[in-house]
């Protein structure tokens, strides 16, 4: 009897001190900072204070559950083989494929990255392929690999240090087009309306269209915890307009309540009393496919997210939600600095 009470108490111990050593392990794991990396992609993704949209995104929700986070930039040729390894994490915007789903966890898409044609003002920008517009030169930002799809897909592209120089190369006439992320053209038509109406033909259609993900290494401990934590935040991000600081954007179009309908979000309760022009889509809707920022007057369901409060159209928001008039963004908007162009 007392061997068996001895062997019940060292049993129990052990049980405790198992649990003990787990939990120790795993409450470690998640408060010990990710080790993260991205290549240098503006506007998405950079070093600290450059245009660095995806990174300011994934870092405000990790806020929001206290994960803290450190991101390496490196090569854009030492990208996929470090996914692949060990040595980070994982990385806080990553493209899906087959080959990463092995050995990473991916998160809901929270962006994505939809490029559009710019050209000259007067200019075509109606092609629905860039094999239409072979022999003409191209500029694209540098530092990233777009694909075998884009590279090998007939026109000359031109590589460009950033979105200020392959505006400069458009305008000064070394390109004909320019091939640039819509969230990027809705930013030129929300902060140089003038410039862009007097200068620029802007795209609607998206040449190159991929969702953004946060990945974790499935071997992390918490993985699947900071995955689903990660989640849960996107759709407070846009309903508090965290989004639209960030992205610099005045008017988003999403799906705020989570029925499947996308409504449009302005970035305060006081955008004045017309109906706005463009909207940002976060993603390109399945049943729309014919434009990246999609003219309001082409939604089949133009439903507004006004004051907490979500109206079937522009006439039925609240005539106190109009009256102020547009307000100027406020200077410090998001913590990536802004761009800029020169026209």
Sequence with gaps: MRKMLVGSRVAGLTGALLVAVLGAWLGAAQTRPLRLFSTAWPPFTNEVGQPRFALDLVEAAFARFNQPSTTTIVAPGQFTTMLLSGDFDGSAAAWRDAERERVLLYSDPYLENRLVLVGRKGSDVSATALSALAG???????????????????????????????????????????????????????????????????????????PLYLVIRRSHPDAQGIIDRFNAQLRGMIADRTYHRLLHVDWIRADVDGDGLFEYIPGNDTKGVTEPKRAYSIFSPVEEPKAATIPVAESTQPRFYVGGNIYRDWASVPANYKAAGNMPPPPARATASLFRFAW
Excluded: C, W
């Design 136 to 210: 003409r030169r191209i500029a694209l930002v540098e530092g990233y690999s777009y694909g075998v799809e884009v590279d090998n897909s007939g026109p000359t592209f031109v590589r460009a240090a950033s979105e200020e120089d392959s505006l400069a190369k458009l305008l000064g006439g070394q390109v004909d087009y320019v091939l640039m992320d819509d969230l990027v053209v809705q930013y030129i038509a929300d902060n140089h309306a003038r410039e862009a109406q007097a200068k620029l033909q802007l795209g609607t259609r998206p040449m190159v269209k991929r």
